[in-house]
C-alpha cells in the first residue's frame, strides 16, 4: 500500500447497550463499564434467566426486528453525518442466521434505509455479507473508492442482534451462550456502529489489510489454531511496511466463548513474537456483548477512539475480527503524522 492509498479514520457512530453515540460507548470501554441484564429467554427451565447487552428504548420499538435494526443503523449514521454522495458500505449478518435483515435483497435493504435516512443513497453504495470480517473487504472497497477519485469520505459497518429468540436459541444448542455452569460463552448483545474513512492526512490511519479463511470454524464444531488470522497478519504487515515489534496493542471483536480463546491464543502465539512483557488486549464486548455483524466497526472505532485521543498503550494497533463463518480479518492502524 503506498501512502497514496492510505487511508484515515475520520469519524464513527454507534448504538449500544453502553452508550447511544460513539463517544459514550467508547468511554464505557474505557471505563470497563458493562451493562448486562436477565433477558427473558432461560438455558434450562430451573436455570437462571440468560444475560443479555440490551439497548434501553420502549419496548414498543422493539415489536419489529427489521424496523428496529433499521432505526439503530439510522441513529448511528447520522452521528456520521451521511450525505447522498457517501458511498455506504453496510455489512450484513451471515446467511446461515436466519437474520432478517439477510432476507432483504440489496436494493430493496437500500429502499428501506434511504426512506429512514430522508434521502438516497449514493449509487456506488454497496452491502458485505460476509460476517463481522466483512468490515476488511469494505475497507479494501472504500479504499478503491477513494484511490480513484469516485469518493472523498466512505461509512462503513451494520447493525445486528443476538437477542432475538431463535439466536438464542442457536447459541444455547451449541453450549455457546455465558450461563450458570459454563464460565467460557459469550453474552448476546444488540447495536450498531459505523467508521467514517476518508484519504489521508488526519486522524489515525489504516497502513495493513489482511484477510484469510478458516477451515475449522465454530460453526462445525471445531477447534481453530489461527491459520487464518496468521495468513492474514502476514499480509497485513507487508503492506504496513513497520516490523511486528511495534504494534503497541491488540483490538478485537473477541467474545469470551471457549472457541474464540483457542483461536486467539494460538494467533498470538504465532503472530506476536517479539518479546514483550505483556501484549494489551481490548475486546469491546466485555461491555457492550457480542454484536454480530457490527463488531468489527465497533472494535475498529474503539481502538481508534484510543489511540486519538491518548490512552491507548502506543500509537500502533492490530485490529483482529472474526466471523463466524469462515472470514477473518486483520487492520493495522497507526496515530497519524
Same mark, same amino acid.
Given at each position: 500500500?503506498?501512502?497514496?492509498?492510505?487511508?484515515?479514520?475520520?469519524?464513527?457512530?454507534?448504538?449500544?447497550?453502553?452508550?447511544?453515540?460513539?463517544?459514550?460507548?467508547?468511554?464505557?470501554?474505557?471505563?470497563?463499564?458493562?451493562?448486562?441484564? #436477565?433477558?427473558? /429467554? &432461560?438455558? %434450562?427451565?430451573?436455570? !437462571?434467566?440468560?444475560?443479555?447487552?440490551? =439497548?434501553?428504548?420502549? +419496548?414498543?420499538?422493539?415489536?419489529?426486528?427489521?424496523?428496529?435494526?433499521?432505526?439503530?443503523?439510522?441513529?448511528?449514521?447520522?452521528?456520521?453525518?451521511?450525505?447522498?454522495?457517501?458511498?455506504?458500505?453496510?455489512?450484513?449478518?451471515?446467511?446461515?442466521?436466519?437474520?432478517?435483515?439477510?432476507?432483504?435483497?440489496?436494493?430493496?435493504?437500500?429502499?428501506?434505509?434511504?426512506?429512514?435516512?430522508?434521502?438516497?443513497?449514493?449509487?456506488?453504495?454497496?452491502?458485505?455479507?460476509?460476517?463481522?470480517?466483512?468490515?476488511?473487504?469494505?475497507?479494501?472497497?472504500?479504499?478503491?473508492?477513494?484511490?480513484?477519485?469516485?469518493?472523498?469520505?466512505?461509512?462503513?459497518?451494520?447493525?445486528?442482534?443476538?437477542?432475538?429468540?431463535?439466536?438464542?436459541?442457536?447459541?444455547?444448542?451449541?453450549?455457546?451462550?455465558?450461563? #450458570?455452569?459454563? /464460565? &467460557?460463552? %459469550?453474552?448476546?448483545? !444488540?447495536?450498531?456502529?459505523?467508521?467514517? =474513512?476518508?484519504?489521508? +492526512?488526519?486522524?489515525?490511519?489504516?497502513?495493513?489489510?489482511?484477510?484469510?479463511?478458516?477451515?475449522?470454524?465454530?460453526?462445525?464444531?471445531?477447534?481453530?489454531?489461527?491459520?487464518?488470522?496468521?495468513?492474514?497478519?502476514?499480509?497485513?504487515?507487508?503492506?504496513?511496511?513497520?516490523?511486528?515489534?511495534?504494534?503497541?496493542?491488540?483490538?478485537?471483536?473477541?467474545?469470551?466463548?471457549?472457541?474464540?480463546?483457542?483461536?486467539?491464543?494460538?494467533?498470538?502465539?504465532?503472530?506476536?513474537?517479539?518479546?514483550?512483557?505483556?501484549?494489551?488486549?481490548?475486546?469491546?464486548?466485555?461491555?457492550?456483548?457480542?454484536?454480530?455483524?457490527?463488531?468489527?466497526?465497533?472494535?475498529?472505532?474503539?481502538?481508534?477512539?484510543?489511540?486519538?485521543?491518548?490512552?491507548?498503550?502506543?500509537?500502533?494497533?492490530?485490529?483482529?475480527?472474526?466471523?463466524?463463518?469462515?472470514?477473518?480479518?486483520?487492520?493495522?492502524?497507526?496515530?497519524?503524522?
Amino acid at each position: 500500500m503506498t501512502m497514496a492509498d492510505t487511508l484515515a479514520i475520520l469519524g464513527s457512530g454507534a448504538v449500544t447497550a453502553v452508550g447511544l453515540t460513539a463517544a459514550q460507548t467508547c468511554a464505557a470501554i474505557r471505563a470497563g463499564i458493562k451493562r448486562f441484564s #436477565p433477558i427473558e /429467554a &432461560q438455558l %434450562l427451565e430451573d436455570d !437462571e434467566p440468560q444475560v443479555g447487552a440490551r =439497548v434501553s428504548a420502549d +419496548p414498543r420499538l422493539r415489536a419489529d426486528d427489521r424496523e428496529w435494526l433499521l432505526n439503530l443503523a439510522g441513529r448511528a449514521l447520522r452521528e456520521c453525518s451521511l450525505t447522498p454522495e457517501t458511498p455506504l458500505v453496510w455489512q450484513v449478518p451471515e446467511a446461515h442466521r436466519g437474520h432478517p435483515l439477510a432476507e432483504f435483497e440489496d436494493a430493496e435493504l437500500f429502499a428501506r434505509l434511504a426512506s429512514l435516512v430522508g434521502h438516497p443513497l449514493s449509487e456506488r453504495s454497496r452491502i458485505v455479507r460476509t460476517g463481522a470480517a466483512g468490515i476488511v473487504e469494505a475497507l479494501a472497497h472504500a479504499r478503491e473508492l477513494c484511490s480513484a477519485g469516485q469518493a472523498t469520505r466512505c461509512i462503513l459497518g451494520g447493525a445486528d442482534s443476538l437477542l432475538r429468540k431463535p439466536e438464542i436459541d442457536r447459541l444455547a444448542s451449541d453450549q455457546r451462550l455465558l450461563g #450458570p455452569g459454563r /464460565a &467460557q460463552g %459469550l453474552v448476546p448483545g !444488540e447495536g450498531a456502529a459505523f467508521v467514517v =474513512v476518508g484519504p489521508s +492526512p488526519g486522524g489515525v490511519e489504516i497502513r495493513g489489510l489482511g484477510l484469510g479463511y478458516e477451515e475449522q470454524t465454530v460453526l462445525e464444531g471445531r477447534r481453530s489454531v489461527g491459520d487464518a488470522f496468521v495468513e492474514a497478519f502476514g499480509v497485513a504487515i507487508e503492506a504496513a511496511g513497520f516490523p511486528e515489534g511495534e504494534i503497541d496493542f491488540v483490538a478485537g471483536n473477541f467474545n469470551g466463548e471457549r472457541y474464540d480463546a483457542w483461536e486467539v491464543s494460538h494467533t498470538h502465539a504465532r503472530c506476536y513474537q517479539t518479546r514483550r512483557e505483556r501484549l494489551p488486549v481490548m475486546w469491546p464486548a466485555a461491555s457492550t456483548g457480542e454484536l454480530g455483524v457490527a463488531s468489527g466497526a465497533l472494535a475498529l472505532l474503539a481502538a481508534s477512539a484510543a489511540i486519538e485521543q491518548g490512552y491507548a498503550l502506543g500509537p500502533t494497533a492490530a485490529v483482529q475480527i472474526r466471523s463466524e463463518g469462515e472470514l477473518r480479518g486483520l487492520v493495522l492502524i497507526r496515530a497519524g503524522a
